[in-house]
DNA sequence: ACTGAAAGTTACTAAGG
DNA sequence: CCTTAGTAACTTTCAGT
């Protein structure tokens, strides 16, 4: 591998994007509320409709805004106990065998997180019956060493990364 | 208060809203790619997009759909490390207390969880050194007990509420 | 890199079935 | 819930600065 490759790896994996002021503002407010037009981004940024138009473009390309999406309810849907959930295992494998849970549409989150090879996974149950159906499936597979959950009372902000 | 006015109410704050399996891949195509249009819905549900639109707006009026917001590369803004800190406090008071990091734009998520009046908070600070500071300003607050930090390695799902 | 304006799409509403 | 149709609003592009 070329010294220009791995740059060019490194720079994908860990580079963050340079922005300016105006970057930052639009991505804040897209953040915010993605429904708005450019025209009315370009008030709230004091640039064209075009240019505006320009910098989103390059921001979707760089992937520094990978996507938009709409904002749901959990209560609304049925959910209505959010737990975060701290599994704690003997071994990677069993790690691995976490992820799998990707596929439940109540699991939001799944991150390995550092100490005694442990998973954290926020899950948003329809209720405790469910909550618990889910905690046993966790304890059940091979390798858990112990699971600790950290029940939601109140929410009090909730939101995706944003610039400084 | 009369009977009609405190069901109204009560539906307002606890009971989901009603939906059917169309609703429900709405909800899930949307959640997914807000970006993509009417046309592109009506062709996944099977409808006009004239009844697509009607669903949206409905969903909308009843905050199933709260927003559309861009989700943003927490790396690609300079943001690395992600950990979850649970603080465990002796008294409401400084429970409050720590609901004033909302303003900081490393903050993305402050939940208060059940036992022990503990608080989760969700921050994706841009490197250690100011994990540090914000680790040292929640410990220095009146009445915080302790401060655990679980900081993530990878991050395998990451997502808002979906219905089932 | 931004502007202004033109060209092409889409959103939204309404009427009739 | 469907289709059709029409307008307003928006996205996207491009020549010009």
Redesign the pocket.
Known sequence: MSDKERDEVRQRRHKPVEL?D?DRKILRELAKDA????????QSV?????????????LKRDEVITGTVARLDGCKLGRTLLTFVLVDTSSYAATRELLAFNVRPDVEEIHSVAGDSSVMIKVRANDTESLEAFLMEVQRLEGVRSVRSYIALSTFLERGPIPD
Do not use: M
């Open positions: 300016d105006i429904s708005q037009s450019y025209a009315e981004l370009s004091h640039l064209s409709t075009a240019a505006v138009h320009d910098r989103v473009k390059r």
